[in-house]
């Protein structure tokens, strides 16, 4: 080993190798007090700490404690409340919630799967519902269902159907949603517009729908798309948002037009490049790039809510929104607002029904108080705070009317979404390996929206690397 | 090298005054390009501060409705105040505080004593073992993560604080690796001269070694610091509760799916970074002063 | 007795009386310690690779079929293929702007405490804001850079939407973040050259450019060494600000490897695959770093006479 250092450094020694100068002494007696106290605090922090850690445990005095995990900052709010009665009634049963955002929610989860810890209840979305089913990650409850008479007639079918796998249930229903559009009342009335009921949509020319649109929408010198001098550039007022997203966009007018995404629950074959579904995703981009009445990609692509902030800054006068954005909608926009059904196409008016359940952990600890969680988040009793809270349509059918009353106080009429749900519906696509199929669906996705690929070519082209990852994943990849 | 010393020294009083007064006025011009650069550098460097800064003083309903850089209409402080009120940000803070402070703390140990180890000591495989820890540098941390949170998992010390810090504490290869080098420029008689005195490695690290190395380690304590206050992913994974948050994860919750509060992150992100410019001030001169590089191979 | 190690001197001498030392604090324990530490988690990596792993059950041997799958795969070659391109964008213009500010701030300039801290407060802020931020700045409509551009009447390109312009867009920001982090360590290495060198040199009549390539460069090249092995290394696996920025678009165009082996490993959950990736990414990087070393090995200048 070479030992060469490359020169001597010039400052050399100013005090003799062993002796230890009062300068030397004091210059790191400041830094050594700073680090006594940090080696201070840190032991105590730990020793308070210490017993906080660990997924679920059992405390002293027989009190089970329960992780609940979940995604959403605004209905949190409400199931605080709810889960505080629960804690209520159970007193020996505490439960800590979970709070962590949609972005980075499944990547723990799946992390604290990996390691056999996951929360003892914890949402569940119909994207991640397959893999999570076959894996064996979540608790059968139709034993559970019979044992203690759990009325299953109280939910919407379709939602109990959406969570059956194999003929058992694996999640009790606690919520729904549809897609309705939200829109601005104040610039309809400064338009003198009447408000966008019964509109209706075509691929050819766009209908209704599109008219209404580009009377909306309007440029930095009030000019509408189709006048002369119209500047696409400098748009101030956005006559609708269309974007590339799929649940809130344009699965919906996939189906209307009658195309369909994926061929069957548990499919292999995506089917969105079929003459009607293509027909569909064009008329959607083509209301960004051809007609002007919606904001570039540029603005929408892998940024989440920006649909949302335009609409609460006024910018745009419609867009589609699911139901559980109607809290958070309403905190932040100061102008009247109301909700009307999707515009209708050749099938009439359709949106995606979807509904979240609470999983149960199949290795929790605490199977039983797991159990009375879930029948409680899944009782009217919860139900009814969450939709009398105006955070979402509860799955339990008598308790809508709970939801429709909280925003009548607001003078917003919400039946839209419930007319929807009483209509024809189309349900999330499901399937294993979904989850990647839809990452890969979203990239080439975000170039078709920006115009950089025709829409055909991008249906094939998506077709196609979705149903290698769906195909690779079923091969047990 | 002494004799072209004297010689400078000679050539130095011959030319006399008259040349030291001509340099300075030639060092003017020179020295307003300079300023020129470093200005512009500046302006570059701050402009996105000045950004977030904007969006964090203005109210919510501002944020869309004019440019980012645009000044806030009504300046408002009520961003920073809710994101200390409502948000428990002044928890995270502790909670960040504690975390860096620890691996700080964890790296000045632990790194200092390896560094020595690779640069003074002999043992068989030091340098195979040196490069190999290098090695793990070229190994991004997002593999490594799901492997080391089972390691937790086994142990029950998931979102604790000896789990959070475990991976870092024991000091880190790039630590290591600056220590070691600066290390190797210490001359080597001092510690010779020590051995023969009888000293024994201990000591000799803490009468020689450590104080000849107080700047380099404010440098890796300053560097340390920062690399924890602003780690995201592991603290996201292995942390569940707010009782163990820290910023990084705090901040990242502002985005949720219905669009970010803007102008509450920006507020936390300058609340975030308060403290390192705080620290940073304070120990710059240091740390410039010090980086002695000599003995980089 | 116990708890006594000999201390041998290697000075080729006899050795000299044994002192004492508490085992367990020696450096070498220290060093044990940490190889455990630090290795664990590289040879779970290592192993994972030959599995397959999809977090929900436990992984299964499959061999060399994660590196076949990789070797074949056309998109890990282009991740690999833009990774290095983003290298050769980010380090050169990094390290040539590190140097230049780092010899403007050599000066005696008065002020120059201030500009140093402003330099390196890019580096502290957290990558999230930041790359929210910078895609404000990049947004083609309302964004700073097309305004400031537009002035110029240059029309800007849809920079981060832009297959041709989101990498060197990515690029920039990690030059802005990092540049005034390795300002210092060359201000240090060039506060180390002693003055006289470089008077000498001026006596001589040597011009300042050709004093700078002669003197300085060759005097910094151990500084220049570290900081190119270690944002070489850093800088390939570039990962918060592609997550943050684009998420690998527009198509592929910033699909870095790390970035993938991160939707690999939490997104797909192919823990395995992502561990394979992860060995590859490995070994370029490892040998990347070792051209280097033998190429600062001849020559590193340690002395000038």
Redesign the interface.
Do not use: C
């Given at each position: 080993m070479k030992h060469?250092?490359?020169?001597r450094?010039?400052r050399t020694m100013s005090r003799g190798p062993l002796s230890n100068g009062p300068r030397s002494q004091s210059s790191w007696r400041p830094l050594g007090l700073i680090a006594v106290g940090l080696v201070v605090m840190m032991m105590s922090m730990t020793l308070a700490a210490c017993g906080g850690g660990g997924s679920s445990s059992s405390g002293g005095n027989g009190v089970v404690n329960l992780t609940y995990a979940l995604w959403d900052q605004n209905e949190e709010v409400g199931y605080k409340q709810s889960i505080a009665q629960f804690m209520k009634l159970h007193p020996n049963i505490h439960v800590t919630i979970q709070q962590t955002p949609w972005d980075q929610y499944?990547?723990k989860l799946?992390?604290e799967?990996?390691a056999g810890n996951a929360p003892d209840v914890f949402w569940d979305h119909q994207a991640y519902f397959p893999?999570?089913v076959q894996?064996q990650?979540l608790m059968n409850l139709s034993s559970l269902i019979q044992q203690d008479k759990v009325d299953m007639s109280q939910y919407y079918p379709t939602l109990v159907k959406e969570w059956t796998y194999n003929n058992n249930v694996y999640g009790l229903p606690k919520d729904w949603d549809t897609i309705a559009i939200l829109y601005n009342k104040q610039i309809f009335q400064k338009m003198g517009l009447a408000s966008p009921t019964s509109l209706t949509w075509k691929p050819t020319d766009g209908g209704t729908f599109l008219q209404l649109a580009q009377k909306l929408t309007v440029d930095q010198n009030s000019k509408h798309p189709g006048d002369a001098g119209f500047d696409a550039?400098h748009i101030n007022q956005y006559g609708f948002v269309s974007e590339n997203t799929g649940q809130e966009g344009y699965w919906n007018f996939i189906a209307m037009n009658g195309g369909t995404i994926l061929d069957k629950p548990f499919g292999q074959n995506f089917q969105f490049n079929q003459p009607q579904s293509v027909q569909a995703l064009q008329f959607d981009v083509d209301l960004i790039n051809k007609y002007h009445v919606s904001p570039?990609?540029?603005?929408t692509?892998?940024n989440s809510g920006v649909a949302e902030q335009l609409f609460e800054g006024g910018h745009a006068a419609m867009i589609a929104a699911g139901s559980w954005e109607l809290s958070a909608v309403s905190q932040q926009s100061n102008f009247p607002w109301g909700v009307a059904q999707l515009p209708a196409g050749s099938e009439g008016v359709m949106s995606v029904f979807n509904g979240l359940t609470d999983a149960i952990y199949a290795k929790t600890q605490h199977p039983k108080e797991a159990w009375e969680l879930e029948k409680w988040l899944a009782s009217s009793e919860s139900q009814h705070i969450m939709g009398s809270g105006g955070y979402v349509w509860p799955a339990i059918q008598n308790e809508d009317q709970s939801f429709v009353e909280f925003w009548q106080k607001k003078n917003i009429d919400v039946s839209a979404y419930l007319k929807e749900a009483q209509g024809k519906t189309v349900t999330f696509p499901i399937t294993l390996g979904y989850?990647?199929a839809s990452?890969k669906i979203n990239?080439?996705f975000?170039?078709m929206y920006?115009g950089?690929i025709p829409v055909q070519q991008a249906a094939n082209q998506a077709v196609q690397q979705a149903n290698e990852?769906v195909q690779s994943a079923s091969s047990?990849? | 090298?002494s004799l072209?010393?004297t010689?400078?020294v000679a050539?130095k009083e011959a030319t006399g005054e008259k040349q030291t007064r001509k340099r300075l006025l030639q060092r003017v011009p020179?020295?307003m390009i300079?300023?020129s650069?470093?200005e512009i550098?500046?302006v570059?460097?701050?402009?996105?501060?000045f950004?977030?800064l904007m969006t964090s003083l203005k109210p919510p309903d501002q944020i869309f409705s004019s440019?980012?850089?645009s000044l806030p209409h009504p300046l408002t402080l009520q961003n920073y105040v809710n994101v200390v009120t409502q948000y428990s940000f002044v928890d995270y803070i502790w909670h960040t505080l504690l975390f860096s402070s620890i691996l700080t703390i964890g790296q000045l140990i632990?790194s200092t004593?390896?560094a020595?180890?690779?640069a003074r000591?002999?043992?068989p495989g030091r340098d195979q073992?040196f490069w190999?820890?290098?090695?793990?540098?070229?190994?991004?941390?997002?593999?490594?993560?799901?492997?080391?949170f089972i390691?937790l998992r086994t142990f029950n010390l998931v979102n604790t604080w000896t789990g959070l810090v475990?991976?870092f504490v024991?000091?880190t290869?790039?630590g290591?690796?600056?220590m070691r080098?600066f290390f190797r420029s210490i001359p080597r008689d001092l510690e010779?001269a020590a051995?023969?005195d009888?000293?024994?490695?201990?000591q000799i690290m803490r009468d020689i070694i450590l104080p000849l190395s107080r700047p380099i380690m404010s440098?890796l304590a300053i560097i340390t610091f920062?690399q924890g206050?602003?780690n995201?992913l592991w603290p996201l994974i292995v942390t569940d509760t707010d009782d163990l948050r820290v910023?990084?994860v705090g901040?990242?919750a502002f985005q949720s799916n219905y669009g970010?509060q803007?102008n509450l992150?920006?507020a936390?992100?300058f609340i975030?970074?308060g403290p390192?410019?705080v620290l940073?001030?304070l120990f710059?001169?240091q740390?410039?002063?010090?980086?002695?590089?000599?003995?980089?191979? | 007795m116990q708890g006594l190690r000999q201390?041998v001197?290697?000075?080729g001498q006899r050795p000299?009386?044994p002192?004492?030392?508490?085992r367990l604090?020696?450096?070498?324990v220290?060093?044990a310690?940490?190889?455990y530490?630090?290795?664990?988690?590289?040879i779970?990596?290592v192993v994972?690779s030959f599995f397959?792993?999809?977090?929900?059950?436990l992984p299964?041997f499959i061999g060399l079929q994660n590196y076949s799958r990789l070797l074949s795969s056309a998109s890990f070659w282009h991740s690999l293929f833009v990774t290095f391109y983003y290298v050769l964008l980010n380090i050169p213009m990094q390290t040539v702007l590190a140097l230049?500010?780092a010899v403007?701030?050599n000066?005696k300039?008065p002020g120059r405490?201030i500009?140093?801290?402003?330099?390196?407060?890019?580096?502290?802020?957290?990558?999230?804001?930041?790359g929210?931020?910078?895609q404000?700045?990049f947004?083609?409509?309302?964004?700073?850079l097309n305004?400031f551009l537009s002035v110029f009447h240059i029309p800007g390109p849809?920079w981060?939407?832009s297959?041709a312009w989101a990498m060197p867009a990515i690029a920039a920001v990690n030059i802005?973040q990092y540049t005034?982090y390795n300002m210092?360590?060359f201000?240090?290495?060039l506060?180390?050259i002693?003055e006289?060198f470089y008077?000498?040199a001026a006596?001589d009549g040597a011009s300042p450019v050709r004093r700078f390539f002669t003197i300085t460069l060759p005097l910094l090249s151990?500084?220049l060494?570290?900081v190119l092995v270690?944002d070489i290394?850093g800088s390939a696996?570039v990962?918060?600000t592609v997550y943050v920025m684009?998420?690998?678009?527009?198509?592929?165009a910033t699909s870095v490897l790390?970035f993938n082996?991160?939707?690999q490993?939490?997104?797909?959950?192919?823990?395995g695959?992502?561990?394979a990736l992860?060995?590859v990414?490995?070994l370029f990087?490892?040998i990347i770093?070792l051209l280097q070393v033998f190429y600062?090995?001849s020559r590193?200048?340690?002395?000038?006479?």
């Open positions: 060469n250092t490359w020169y450094p010039l499944w990547q799946n992390t799967f990996a893999q999570f894996q990650q550039k570039s990609a540029t603005e692509n892998n989850n990647e990452i990239d080439i975000n170039q920006l950089q990852a047990g990849s | 090298m072209v010393k010689e400078l050539r020179s020295y300079s300023y650069i470093l550098g500046v570059i460097s701050l402009f996105p501060y950004m977030a440019s980012a850089w632990f004593f390896a020595y180890a690779f000591l002999e043992f073992l190999l820890y290098l090695a793990t540098l070229m190994v991004p941390q997002v593999v490594t993560l799901i492997p080391l390691l475990i991976p024991l000091g290869p790039y290591i690796f600056l080098q010779q051995r023969i009888g000293a024994g490695t201990l440098t920062v206050w602003n995201f910023l990084t901040i990242a970010t803007w992150m920006m936390a992100t975030a970074l390192l410019l940073f001030f710059q001169r740390i410039v002063r010090s980086i002695h590089l000599s003995g980089f191979k | 201390d001197v290697h000075l000299i009386a002192v004492k030392e508490h604090l020696t450096p070498g220290q060093v310690l940490q190889a530490a630090f290795l664990l988690p590289i779970a990596v994972l397959n792993w999809g977090l929900l059950a299964t230049l500010l403007l701030l000066q300039l405490g500009f140093r801290t402003l330099f390196v407060v890019p580096w502290m802020a957290t990558p999230v804001a930041m929210i931020v910078w404000w700045i947004d083609p409509q309302y964004g700073a305004a849809a981060l939407s297959p802005w005034g210092l360590f201000l240090a290495g506060q180390s002693p006289y008077e000498a006596i151990p500084t060494f570290f270690t290394i696996q990962f918060d684009t998420k690998g678009g527009p198509g592929d790390n082996i991160f939707r490993a939490f997104e797909f959950f192919h823990a695959y992502a561990s992860a060995m990414l490995f990087l490892l770093t600062f090995r590193t200048v340690y002395d000038l006479s």
